[in-house]
């Protein structure tokens, strides 16, 4: 059957098929080759249409109506009068290759999208390591790195237990909410000689209370304003009060101290929040012990400030300033060493904490990131390979919006 060579086949434009048909196991075999057109040749750069000879070459393509699909291509290959003979050219498969240039670039992007390279390498009928070749030969040129990091970036750990390390380091822009970047470990010294590097731009840093982030940051740049996110310094607060009840309950009979422990989330849910039953179960706590009670209004208090000061924002952050200090000091007079220590930390982290509401950034949506990691680990893509997991996680972000209408 001679198909009408102006019918177009995604990736086969221009292309001539000469015979379609379904072999016996159900493949989808198309016969194609080029129309003659004149060629340069690539020795004496002279003109010519002569054909020399032709050879088979097979190539795997993408399914066509749900069968796998080979082309078997006949191609041409001219000859030049100074003697030399050479292929001709064709829009669908370069030299040497198996496959054709769109089988590769939708595994490419399949590769960057799929929970785990078995799913594709099924899909494609292909073999994993085909997968991860063609996963892998993207990485260098879609993984060139920033030139220079923004002016407003966020910093946050995330256990990817990749290589020897545990915790790796994420850094996006935190107003575009990219991620920019993976560093293989959260040590001071690799955030520092990163920032050193790109961070020339750098002006606002946002992070979690960590000492060596901190550092790093003011190490490596020009007076940093470095803003403490909301999500870790409000943690502390549930952290202490977690604290006091485990203290308080080991003293209680052996029934209340494990159901307390049971309904231990119902202390960090807010006041207006709370279900009768865990209102009666709170009571029944704090009869048992007042510091449990104080611990559990001091975190509330704690919250009601932190609300209000978002309300306010930047324009009154010496009203929110004077709130904090009054909140220490009632902390300090109650006495409980577990809320006192938690003070002492936002005191070193005061300024930080303030930054929060003069500049209002967070890097909650590094929270998406981690999600998306731990997606990754289930699924046993097993990035034992750092710069694999790098790649995959910056590039699954890169190609959101790419290849979206892919079967
Ligand atoms: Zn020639």
Same mark, same amino acid.
């Given at each position: 059957?001679?198909?009408?060579?102006?019918?177009?086949?995604?990736?086969?434009?221009?292309?001539?098929?000469?015979?379609?048909?379904?072999?016996?196991?159900?493949?989808?075999?198309?016969?194609?080759?080029?129309?003659?057109?004149?060629?340069?040749?690539?020795?004496?750069?002279?003109?010519?249409?002569?054909?020399?000879?032709?050879?088979?070459?097979?190539?795997?393509?993408?399914?066509?109506?749900?069968?796998?699909?080979?082309?078997?291509?006949?191609?041409?290959?001219?000859?030049?009068?100074?003697?030399?003979?050479?292929?001709?050219?064709?829009?669908?498969?370069?030299?040497?290759?198996?496959?054709?240039?769109?089988?590769?670039?939708?595994?490419?992007?399949?590769?960057?999208?799929?929970?785990?390279?078995?799913?594709?390498?099924?899909?494609?009928?292909?073999?994993?390591?085909?997968?991860? !070749? $063609?996963? %892998?030969? #993207?990485?260098?040129?879609?993984? /060139?790195?920033? =030139?220079?990091?923004?002016? @407003?970036?966020?910093?946050?750990?995330?256990?990817?237990?990749?290589?020897?390390?545990?915790?790796?380091?994420?850094?996006?822009?935190?107003?575009?909410?990219?991620?920019?970047?993976?560093?293989?470990? !959260? $040590?001071? %010294?690799? #955030?520092?000689?990163?920032?050193? /590097?790109?961070? =020339?731009?750098?002006?606002? @840093?946002?992070?979690?209370?960590?000492?060596?982030?901190?550092?790093?940051?003011?190490?490596?740049?020009?007076?940093?304003?470095?803003?403490?996110?909301?999500?870790?310094?409000?943690?502390?607060?549930?952290?202490?009060? %977690?604290?006091?009840?485990?203290?308080?309950?080991?003293?209680?009979?052996?029934?209340?101290?494990?159901?307390?422990?049971?309904?231990?989330?119902?202390?960090?849910?807010?006041?207006?929040?709370?279900?009768?039953?865990?209102?009666?179960?709170?009571?029944?706590?704090?009869?048992?012990?007042?510091?449990?009670?104080?611990?559990?209004?001091?975190?509330?208090?704690?919250?009601?400030?932190?609300?209000?000061?978002?309300?306010?924002?930047?324009?009154?952050?010496?009203?929110?300033?004077?709130?904090?200090?009054q909140f220490y000091l009632k902390v300090k007079e109650s006495g409980i060493p577990e809320l006192t220590r938690t003070v002492q930390t936002y005191q070193n982290w005061e300024r930080e904490i303030l930054n929060r509401f003069e500049f209002n950034y967070s890097n909650g949506f590094v929270e998406g990131l981690n999600n998306l990691t731990k997606v990754m680990k289930r699924n046993g893509f097993g990035y034992r390979n750092f710069a694999r997991f790098?790649?995959?996680?910056?590039?699954?972000?890169?190609?959101?919006?790419?290849?979206?209408?892919?079967?």
């Amino acid at each position: 059957m001679l198909l009408n060579n102006t019918i177009i086949l995604p990736g086969l434009e221009g292309v001539i098929i000469t015979k379609s048909e379904v072999t016996a196991d159900g493949v989808y075999e198309l016969s194609v080759e080029m129309p003659v057109t004149p060629h340069i040749c690539p020795s004496c750069f002279q003109e010519t249409k002569r054909t020399h000879d032709y050879r088979a070459q097979p190539v795997r393509h993408l399914k066509i109506a749900e069968r796998p699909t080979i082309l078997r291509y006949r191609k041409r290959r001219y000859h030049c009068p100074c003697g030399k003979n050479f292929a001709e050219e064709n829009p669908f498969v370069n030299k040497f290759q198996r496959f054709s240039k769109e089988w590769n670039q939708q595994v490419q992007i399949r590769s960057v999208k799929a929970k785990t390279f078995t799913e594709i390498a099924a899909q494609y009928q292909t073999s994993v390591s085909t997968i991860i !070749r $063609r996963f %892998d030969a #993207i990485v260098p040129s879609a993984m /060139k790195g920033p =030139a220079a990091l923004p002016e @407003v970036i966020a910093i946050d750990e995330f256990k990817g237990n990749t290589g020897k390390e545990k915790f790796q380091l994420i850094i996006a822009d935190a107003q575009t909410r990219e991620p920019i970047d993976i560093l293989p470990n !959260r $040590r001071k %010294d690799t #955030i520092k000689d990163y920032l050193r /590097k790109h961070g =020339a731009k750098v002006q606002v @840093v946002v992070m979690d209370m960590s000492q060596a982030f901190k550092a790093a940051v003011k190490q490596a740049l020009d007076r940093p304003i470095i803003v403490a996110d909301s999500f870790h310094f409000v943690r502390y607060m549930n952290w202490a009060l %977690d604290r006091v009840r485990v203290r308080e309950q080991a003293r209680w009979h052996e029934y209340d101290r494990k159901t307390c422990k049971k309904a231990r989330y119902i202390f960090h849910k807010a006041a207006h929040k709370l279900t009768e039953k865990d209102q009666w179960l709170l009571q029944r706590y704090f009869s048992f012990s007042s510091e449990l009670k104080k611990a559990y209004e001091f975190k509330e208090a704690f919250y009601e400030w932190f609300y209000e000061a978002k309300r306010n924002g930047g324009t009154r952050i010496v009203e929110t300033q004077k709130k904090l200090h009054q909140f220490y000091l009632k902390v300090k007079e109650s006495g409980i060493p577990e809320l006192t220590r938690t003070v002492q930390t936002y005191q070193n982290w005061e300024r930080e904490i303030l930054n929060r509401f003069e500049f209002n950034y967070s890097n909650g949506f590094v929270e998406g990131l981690n999600n998306l990691t731990k997606v990754m680990k289930r699924n046993g893509f097993g990035y034992r390979n750092f710069a694999r997991f790098r790649a995959r996680i910056l590039l699954h972000h890169q190609y959101k919006h790419i290849g979206n209408s892919l079967g």
